[in-house]
Structure formats: structure tokens, C-alpha cells
């Protein structure tokens, strides 16, 4: 009988380490994309959280006004002093912490709570009491820009990681 000799086939070393040059190769750009896309989706969940807690913030000034008005304060000066302000309030405050506009607030961060987190809070009011109005501005900024009053408006953006909610307050009639 004679013997049928089969030919061994396989892959030779350098087809395999070509092979996994091309794979390695045609991953990166994925993996690189996939990258990018996760930064910006936590870029974008940053930037959601930051817009609540300002709104939030307005929301606790308004609510300080308001049972300020409805303890028998008919006017806003209960809520601070006639001119420009730079405040602090959280969610347990029944009342702002505010200062003249000189005072640095960059102080303890806000977590999604009011616990320490990487958000800090900033109130900006401007209260006229001749007109009995109170402009009143939230920043919150997670990086590291710190919005000043005089800022605010301009450089308070998603590119300095930073974003704020404005609105005035008026006393009850």
C-alpha cells in the first residue's frame, strides 16, 4: 500500500502578523470615534445637570421671595440690599447668602443634591429698590472658569463650561 503523503496547510507566521496589522489598523479609527462620542455624551449629561441646578437656583431665590412677601414684606429689600450682589443659596437655605459684588463665592461645589460636586453655583443679583426689581442671574460652571457679574452674559457658555438662567423679580401687588 502506498502511502498518500497530505500537504499540512496553515499560516505562516508573517500572514498572520500582516493579518493582524490590518486588523489593528481598521480598528483604531473605530475605537477613536467611539471615544469622542463618549466624551461628548458626558460633555452633554454635564451640561443638562448644569442647566437644572441654575434653574434651580433662580427657583430658590423665587421661593425666598415669596415667603418674604407672604410673611407681610411687601417690597424686595428683605431680600438684600440696593445694588449689585454676588449670593449662594441650596436647596435647605430660607434665605440668600449674598455679598457685595467684591466677594469671591467660588466656595464649596454643588453635587446633583447640594452635596459637594464638581458644579459650582453662583447668584448674581442687581437689585434696584427705586424700581423695586432684582435681576437676578444663575451661573453654574464645572470647569475652570468662575463667572463674575460683570461676565456673566458674554463668557457663560457651554465652550468655558459654564451656563446660567436670568430672570426679574418684581414684588406682589
Request: glycine letters at 8%; aromatic letters at 6%.
Amino acid at each position: 500500500m502506498k502511502r498518500i503523503q497530505k500537504k499540512m496547510k496553515g499560516f505562516s507566521l508573517v500572514e498572520v502578523l500582516l493579518s493582524m496589522v490590518v486588523l489593528t489598523v481598521g480598528l483604531l479609527p473605530i475605537l477613536s470615534s467611539m471615544n469622542k462620542g463618549l466624551n461628548a455624551s458626558f460633555g452633554s449629561r454635564d451640561m443638562i445637570v448644569a442647566s437644572e441646578l441654575s434653574q434651580e437656583g433662580i427657583e430658590l431665590v423665587k421661593n425666598v421671595k415669596d415667603n418674604g412677601i407672604l410673611a407681610g414684606n411687601k417690597t424686595l429689600d428683605f431680600l438684600v440690599t440696593a445694588g449689585q450682589h454676588v449670593c449662594r443659596i441650596d436647596y435647605t437655605a430660607s434665605e440668600l447668602n449674598c455679598a457685595t459684588a467684591s466677594y469671591d463665592l467660588t466656595g464649596t461645589p454643588l453635587g446633583h443634591s447640594g452635596a459637594s460636586g464638581k458644579f459650582k453655583r453662583r447668584i448674581f443679583v442687581n437689585y434696584e429698590s427705586t424700581k423695586q426689581t432684582a435681576d437676578c442671574v444663575s451661573a453654574v460652571s464645572w470647569g475652570t472658569y468662575v463667572p463674575t457679574m460683570g461676565d456673566v452674559r458674554s463668557n457663560c457658555n457651554s465652550a468655558s463650561s459654564c451656563t446660567y438662567v436670568e430672570t426679574t423679580l418684581t414684588p406682589w401687588e
